[in-house]
C-alpha cells in the first residue's frame, strides 16, 4: 500500500508544547471534518491545503490550548496524507475519556463550501487508515467522530460514506456495495434550475433507471431527475439538496440496492409518464418551455 505522507517538516508544523502520551493500540479510527467553510479552491490547489492545516493547528494550540494539532493525520484532495501527531501517540479530536480508543483522522472538507469530499480525500483517508493499521496498531474499526459524542462531525456527506463501510472510490476498496465501481466523477454538478444536459446526465439516468427508479434517459436534467436525485440522496442518508455531486454520483453505483424496499418501487406510479417522456424525446417534459428559454445560459461552472 503506497501513502503519499506530507511530514510535518514538509507542512510546516509548529514544534509540540512538550511531549506525547504514548498510545500502543486502538479499536480503530474516527474521521473528521473541519466543522466549518473548507475553500472549494482547495481541490485545485494543494498550497492551500497546506495553508489550512498549518491554521488548524494553530487554532488547536493557541484557541484550544492543546499541545499540538488534534489529529493522528489529515487527508486532502490531492491523496495526500498530511503528519499530524502520528503513529502511536494519542490524538485529542475525540471528545475527553475519548481518545485512547480511536486515531483521528481528518478529511478536508466542512459544512459549508467543500462539503462533499472529492474522491483524493476519501483515498487519502483510507490510505492514512491502512498505514495506522498496518504501523500504529490500530483496529479494524472505522466510526464517524458523532458515533459515542454529540457532534455534527463528520458531516452527513462523510458519515454516510462511514455508514457504508468505507468504500474506496472506483469499487476497489472494501465497502459493501453490491454493484460495480462508479465511472468518475464528470467534473460538474448536475443540477436544476437551469436544465443541465449532455452525456454526464444520460449515464447518471442510466444508471438510476437500472436500480428501478422511473427517470427518462435523455441527457436533460430537470425536475423529475431532480425528485429522482432527492428520494435517492434521503435513502442514502445524505443531505437532499437534488444535487448530483461527487457522493451522490458514486453511490448511484456503489450502494447497496434496496432491493423490496423504496428504491424497488418507491416511484412506480411514475412510470408511464417517465416512459412517455423518454419515447418523446424531450427529456423531463415539463421542463421542454424552460429549456428553451435556457438554451443561451452559460455552463455550469465545473468544480
Known amino acids: 500500500m503506497a501513502i503519499d505522507i506530507v511530514s510535518r517538516r514538509d507542512w510546516g508544523a509548529r514544534a509540540p508544547r512538550g511531549g ?40 488547536h494550540m493557541d484557541g484550544n490550548g492543546w499541545m499540538d494539532i488534534g489529529y493522528s493525520f489529515v487527508a486532502c484532495p490531492h491523496k495526500k496524507v498530511f503528519e499530524g501527531r502520528g503513529l502511536h501517540r494519542l490524538p485529542a ?27 483524493g480525500v476519501l483515498h487519502a483517508v ?24 454529540s457532534t455534527d462531525c463528520p458531516g452527513e456527506p462523510l458519515y454516510a460514506w462511514v455508514r457504508r463501510g468505507a468504500p474506496r472510490p472506483g469499487g476497489d476498496g472494501g465497502g459493501d456495495g453490491d454493484g460495480p465501481g462508479a465511472p468518475p466523477f464528470p467534473g460538474r454538478l448536475l443540477r436544476y434550475p437551469p436544465v443541465t444536459r449532455g452525456e454526464d446526465v444520460r449515464t447518471w439516468q442510466r444508471q438510476m433507471r437500472t436500480r428501478g427508479w ?36 458514486r453511490l448511484a453505483w456503489e450502494a447497496p440496492r434496496a432491493a423490496g424496499t423504496a428504491e424497488a418501487g418507491e416511484a412506480a406510479g411514475a412510470r408511464e409518464a417517465a416512459d412517455a417522456s423518454e419515447a418523446g424525446e424531450v427529456g423531463d417534459a415539463s421542463e421542454a418551455a424552460e429549456a428553451r428559454e435556457t438554451a443561451d445560459a452559460p455552463e455550469e461552472p465545473r468544480t
Open 93 to 119: 479530536a475525540n471528545g475527553s475519556g475519548l481518545n485512547s480508543a480511536h486515531y483521528a483522522v481528518l478529511g478536508l472538507v466542512g459544512n459549508a463550501g467543500l462539503v462533499q469530499p472529492p474522491d
Open 214 to 249: 422511473d427517470i427518462a434517459v435523455d441527457g436533460a436534467y430537470g425536475s423529475a431527475s431532480r425528485d429522482v436525485c432527492r428520494r435517492f440522496q434521503r435513502q442514502q442518508g445524505v443531505e437532499d439538496d437534488g444535487v448530483v455531486g461527487p457522493v451522490t454520483w
Open 20 to 59: 506525547y502520551t504514548r498510545l500502543d493500540s486502538t479499536r480503530g479510527v474516527k474521521v473528521h471534518y473541519t466543522g466549518g467553510r473548507v475553500d472549494p479552491g482547495i481541490v485545485g490547489d494543494h498550497d492551500l491545503c497546506v495553508s489550512l492545516v498549518r491554521s488548524i493547528q494553530r487554532h
Open 126 to 149: 483510507l490510505d492514512a487508515i491502512e498505514h495506522l493499521r498496518e504501523r500504529g496498531g490500530a483496529g479494524r474499526e472505522i466510526k464517524g467522530h458523532r458515533d459515542g459524542y
